[in-house]
T-cell receptor
Framework: SAVISQKPSRDICQRGTSLTIQCQVDSQVTMMFWYRQQPGQSLTLIATANQGSEATYESGFVIDKFPISRPNLTFSTLTVSNMSPEDSSIYLCSVGTGGGEKLFFGSGTQLSVL | AQSVTQPDIHITVSEGASLELRCNYS??????LFWYVQSPGQGLQLLLKYFSGDTLVQGIKGFEAEFKRSQSSFNLRKPSVHWSDAAEYFCAVAGRGSQGNLIFGKGTKLSVKP
């Protein structure tokens, strides 16, 4: 299994600011993903973080709002830009091993926007 | 449209009692099926998964799930619940070869009475 460290674990931010969330994995993985869990809702895939190229975003999510970096096979960042209270959610990093059949999740970042 | 339904938002069982959490899915073909557990302040932990073969799948912590194609269901069971099982449980599906794009249900919160 993969050990995932996600930072920060929680933050309270002001409207209009940006927050960058880091995801570090203890081994090289082929796939890294970012999910959002809005209050009382299920998890939704934001994007696939591609190593060395632009992330692949799901419908409803755009790069200007959620820029993602993945400089190598063990690290990725997600930035939540120009935040509003609607962005208050848990953001989770996940990694896939093997053929994608095993998906591991970080402990998440609890974001509150005032 | 692809979707996952967990009809029970909140279930309370007595410690030592049996448990069944329901999950129904709508998908064009037989997907990969997963159950995850999320404890307060924690990330998601994979309990078990079904890809093919035996339709009764054993997982960690004494959980099992049965895939029933005719009912498009993948219900999670445990014969005797422990207080530490109190958490939120998510059912998820992924298309074969979808590379980690999981579709989650809204979750079932499990409370355990002493």
């Amino acid at each position: 299994s993969a050990v995932i460290s996600q930072k920060p674990s929680r933050d309270i931010c002001q409207r209009g600011t940006s927050l960058t969330i880091q995801c570090q994995v203890d081994s090289q993985v082929t796939m890294m993903f970012w999910y959002r869990q809005q209050p009382g809702q299920s998890l939704t895939l934001i994007a696939t973080a591609n190593q060395g190229s632009e992330a692949t975003y799901e419908s409803g999510f755009v790069i200007d709002k959620f820029p993602i970096s993945r400089p190598n096979l063990t690290f990725s960042t997600l930035t939540v830009s120009n935040m509003s209270p609607e962005d208050s959610s848990i953001y989770l990093c996940s990694v896939g091993t093997g053929g994608g059949e095993k998906l591991f999740f970080g402990s998440g970042t609890q974001l509150s926007v005032l | 449209a692809q979707s996952v339904t967990q009809p029970d938002i909140h279930i309370t069982v007595s410690e030592g009692a049996s448990l069944e959490l329901r999950c129904n899915y709508s998908y064009g073909a037989t997907p990969y099926l997963f159950w995850y557990v999320q404890s307060p302040g924690q990330g998601l932990q994979l309990l078990l998964k079904y890809f093919s073969g035996d339709t009764l799948v054993q997982g960690i912590k004494g959980f099992e799930a049965e895939f029933k194609r005719s009912q498009s269901s993948f219900n999670l069971r445990k014969p005797s619940v422990h207080w530490s099982d109190a958490a939120e449980y998510f059912c998820a599906v992924a298309g074969r070869g979808s590379q980690g794009n999981l579709i989650f249900g809204k979750g079932t919160k499990l409370s355990v009475k002493p």
